[in-house]
Structures are given as structure tokens and as C-alpha cells.
């Protein structure tokens, strides 16, 4: 099973940015996909992010659409999401996961693909 841990939560003020950093480690990941998604307290979670690992093909939900983008450095075997232009919707506990791919090509935004998961970590954008 695929391990994973989150880091580079934390405060930051609306307009702001942080980049999240997710290590990967116990498995190859070119037949994976890999995602970032989120919770606030209350809420269900939700997608972020998505990408396989393989093809590079990536997908984003359309309410962090042109300000977060997620990435992979595969020397390092860790996925980054930067987070640019903040906004206090973004406040959640952020959570890297991954799951076997479906598609050769594309990624998967259903969060039921995905069966390892980080411990997550926060994110507040405050006003």
C-alpha cells in the first residue's frame, strides 16, 4: 500500500499562498493516480486536484481552477499542490491520496478511486 504524508499547512491571509507537499513512498506510482482534497470542519470532502502519475494528465475542480495547480517531481516521488490567491473558502484540513488508475491517460476526480490517504493537514486563509 502506498504511503503518504502532507506538509505545508498552516495561516495565511486571503490573497496569499502556500505550496502543500505530499511524500510518497512503499509503492511505484506510474500506474496511480494521485490527488489532493479537502474537508472543513462540517463539510463533506471534496476534490481539489487529481493527477496520473503516469501520463501527467491532470484535472481541477472548478473552484480552484487558474489559482492552484498540482504537480509531481518523480526523482524526489512527491507531489506538490500550489495554492496562489487564497481565499477564506479555502480553510480545510488537506489530504493527499492515492489510488490504481482506471485510465491509461486520464485521471479520476471520484473520490471513491482513491484508497490511501495522508493524515492531512490545515490550511486557514483568514480575512
Known amino acids: 500500500q502506498v504511503q503518504l504524508v502532507e506538509t505545508g499547512g498552516g495561516l495565511v491571509q486571503a490573497g496569499g499562498s502556500l505550496r502543500l507537499s505530499c511524500a510518497v513512498s512503499?509503492?511505484?506510482?506510474?500506474?496511480?493516480?494521485m490527488g489532493w482534497f479537502r474537508q472543513a470542519p462540517g463539510k463533506e470532502r471534496d476534490v481539489v486536484a487529481t493527477i496520473n502519475w503516469g501520463s501527467g494528465i491532470t484535472s481541477y475542480a472548478d473552484s480552484v481552477k487558474g489559482r492552484f495547480t498540482i504537480s509531481r517531481d518523480n526523482a524526489k516521488n512527491t507531489m506538490y499542490l500550489q495554492m496562489n490567491s487564497l481565499k477564506p473558502d479555502d480553510t480545510a484540513v488537506y489530504y493527499c491520496?492515492?489510488?490504481?488508475?482506471?485510465?491509461?491517460?486520464?485521471?479520476?476526480?471520484?473520490?471513491?478511486?482513491?484508497?490511501?490517504w495522508g493524515q492531512g493537514t490545515q490550511v486557514t486563509v483568514s480575512s
Open positions: 491520496a492515492a489510488g490504481p488508475r482506471r485510465s491509461v491517460v486520464y485521471t479520476s476526480m471520484n473520490s471513491h478511486d482513491y484508497d490511501s
Open positions: 512503499g509503492r511505484t506510482l506510474n500506474t496511480y493516480n
